[in-house]
């Protein structure tokens, strides 16, 4: 299985200030179509998840240009460029190249 | 509107069974994939299983395979995950996810809001 291993577990932030969270993979997520196949997810207090990036850069829908990912084969960031209040939560990566899927350990952001 | 309305959690002894439901609408269930997705209390998040768009295709996290089933009904619109011979570690909220279109790829776009499983005697 392909591990997920994501830095820091835990990120304090500053509103208004810039944070950006690690992940690596234990294997390459490119596929021969040259996209990455690595997803971010943000868990807010109490909520489910819900999808933010998708192939290591696209936006979801109503996801904020101020949130990017990026980065290729086994080395992927997410960064968020101006942190604001309603972005406190739990940030995840998951590859979807193979089954099974797999998520990293999560990083926690807190203002 | 998009919606999944998952259902049938609840407390059950090691060794039972029970059986998820998601109800969905406002998309075109019969050409999405999905996924059943698990976070056992403040733990992360892990993948279950996954079923293609018609039900031929099926892929399960090696610790439930033999033992939990995904299946779907689209002329319901429903997913289903059946879950036997089940463990104190199954113990988790469990989400329902659309997940790929068959050509597109397009991450575990939209999540239920979780059905909770006990499991202990």
């Known amino acids: 299985d392909i591990v997920m291993t994501q830095s820091p577990l835990f990120l304090p932030v500053t509103p208004g200030e810039p944070a950006s969270i690690s992940c690596r993979s234990s294997?390459?997520?490119?596929?021969?179509?040259?996209?990455?196949?690595v997803d971010w997810y943000l868990q807010k207090p109490g909520q489910s998840p819900q999808l933010l990036i998708y192939l290591g850069s696209r936006r979801a829908s109503g996801v904020p240009d101020r949130v990017s990912g990026s980065g290729s084969g086994t080395d992927f960031t997410l960064k968020i460029n101006r942190v604001e209040a309603e972005d406190v939560g739990v940030y995840f990566c998951m590859q979807g190249l193979q089954s099974p899927r797999t998520f990293g350990e999560g990083t926690k952001v807190d203002i | 509107e998009v919606q999944l309305v998952e259902s049938g959690g609840g407390l059950v002894q090691p060794g039972g069974s029970l059986r998820l439901s998601c109800a969905t609408s406002?998309?075109?269930?019969?050409?999405?994939?999905m996924s059943w997705v698990r976070q056992a209390p403040g733990k992360g998040l892990e993948w279950v299983a996954n079923?293609?768009?018609?039900?031929?295709?099926?892929n399960y996290v090696d610790s439930v395979k033999g033992r939990f089933t995904i299946s779907r009904d689209n002329a319901e619109t429903s997913l289903y995950l059946q879950m036997n011979s089940l463990r104190v570690e199954d113990t988790a909220v469990y989400y329902c996810?659309?997940?790929?279109?068959?050509?597109?790829?397009?991450?575990?776009?939209?999540w239920g809001q979780g059905t909770t499983v006990i499991v202990s005697s």
């Open positions: 294997q390459s997520l490119l596929h021969s179509n040259g996209y990455n196949y």
């Open positions: 079923i293609d768009q018609d039900g031929s295709g099926k």
């Open positions: 406002g998309f075109t269930f019969t050409t999405s994939w």
């Open positions: 996810v659309r997940d790929r279109l068959p050509s597109v790829y397009r991450g575990l776009d939209v």
